[in-house]
């Protein structure tokens, strides 16, 4: 067991190298991300799934990601929710702080962060980690004070040592805690490093992968609608 979850945290570390690096946003995704939100329907609530590769569904069709599947299940249940796909390859957490602002100007009313991964990645500072997304979050309450909070969890590399992924890991409790937010343990949680999972690259999932991801969150995530 220990060294399956060795090899999910070294794929996710070795994973995110694969995305888009940089933390600029191009027009075309704005503008994909604005044709998305306006496509919405006006008389459902809408759920803003605002994260990285693993929101974009990277390498795969996004119509068979994570987001588009929790679609289908929110009208399985008859839910009047929209499902609005913000995953942006390559994002962190300060990329995330700076893009929020353009993503918030349509109302939201349940917000799903999954961010912090490619912070681990390039070793960045957990405190500021931690700070980046408390100000995330920050700026959708403000906008939003009755907006739903969701919090997707994630693990650091272990070559970063115990003191890191410890402190790395205990962002997501403390968020949680901070905001009364609903947490999603581990995101990737029977994922990673499962190579029938995954695509050809052997670390994002595929389409099998994201039907296992979207139950993950859909445990969370109904539990707030």
Same mark, same amino acid.
């Given at each position: 067991m220990k060294a399956i979850k060795l090899l999910l945290i070294l794929a996710i570390s070795f994973g995110f190298s694969f995305c888009k690096q940089g933390n600029e946003v191009s027009e075309k995704t704005k503008t994909n991300e604005?044709?998305?939100?306006?496509?919405?329907?006006?008389s459902a609530k809408k759920i803003l799934f605002f994260g990285n590769s693993l929101t974009a569904a990277y390498g795969i069709d996004p119509k068979d990601g994570y987001v588009a599947l929790i679609q289908q299940k929110l009208q399985n249940e008859h839910l009047d929710y929209k499902a609005i796909n913000?995953?942006?390859?390559?994002?962190?957490?300060a990329g995330g702080l700076e893009r929020i602002d353009w993503l918030i100007k349509q109302p939201?009313?349940?917000?799903?962060?999954?961010?912090?991964?490619n912070d681990?990645?390039?070793?960045?500072?957990?405190?500021?980690?931690?700070?980046n997304l408390k100000g995330i979050?920050?700026?959708?309450?403000?906008?939003y004070p009755s907006v739903k909070i969701v919090i997707a969890g994630m693990?650091?590399?272990?070559?970063?040592?115990?003191?890191?992924?410890?402190?790395?890991?205990?962002?997501?409790?403390?968020?949680? $805690? *901070?905001? @009364?937010?609903?947490?999603?343990?581990?995101?990737? !949680?029977?994922?990673?490093? &499962? $190579? *029938?999972? @995954?695509?050809?690259?052997?670390?994002?999932?595929? !389409?099998?992968?994201?039907? &296992?991801m979207a139950d993950n969150v859909w445990k969370v995530l109904k539990t707030v609608l």
């Open positions: 604005t044709v998305a939100i306006n496509k919405s329907n006006e913000a995953g942006l390859s390559g994002e962190t957490s939201i009313d349940i917000f799903v962060l999954e961010l912090g991964g681990a990645l390039r070793g960045i500072d957990p405190k500021s980690s931690y700070q979050i920050e700026k959708v309450k403000q906008k693990q650091a590399p272990p070559n970063m040592g115990k003191t890191y992924t410890e402190a790395f890991k205990s962002n997501y409790n403390k968020l949680s $805690k *901070e905001f @009364n937010a609903a947490l999603i343990p581990f995101l990737l !949680e029977n994922i990673g490093g &499962i $190579k *029938e999972l @995954n695509i050809k690259d052997g670390i994002h999932p595929n !389409e099998k992968g994201q039907i &296992i």
